[in-house]
């Protein structure tokens, strides 16, 4: 009767440490792909302000071409 109460106890512990693996997998799942989804906002935003940046210096250097290029025809 002994080895029966101890197998059944086994069994409980087993099932138990296989249910908190399980939750902690998904927990886990779950941070990562809250992290992933963060990341892919952050390298979109990023790309998007470099995206502005180069326009900016685009438009900034025609201006500068274009003052060279108006000073040099007044001179």
Do not use: P, Y
């Amino acid at each position: 009767m002994a080895s029966k109460n101890e197998s059944t106890t086994t069994n409980q512990a087993t099932s138990t440490n296989e249910d908190a693996a399980g939750e902690l997998s998904a927990q886990l799942e779950d941070l990562l792909n809250t992290l992933s989804n963060r990341f892919a906002g952050v390298s979109s935003e990023i790309f998007a302000k470099m995206d502005e940046m180069s326009r900016r210096l685009d438009v900034l250097e025609a201006q500068l071409l274009a003052n060279k290029d108006k000073n040099s025809g007044s001179n």
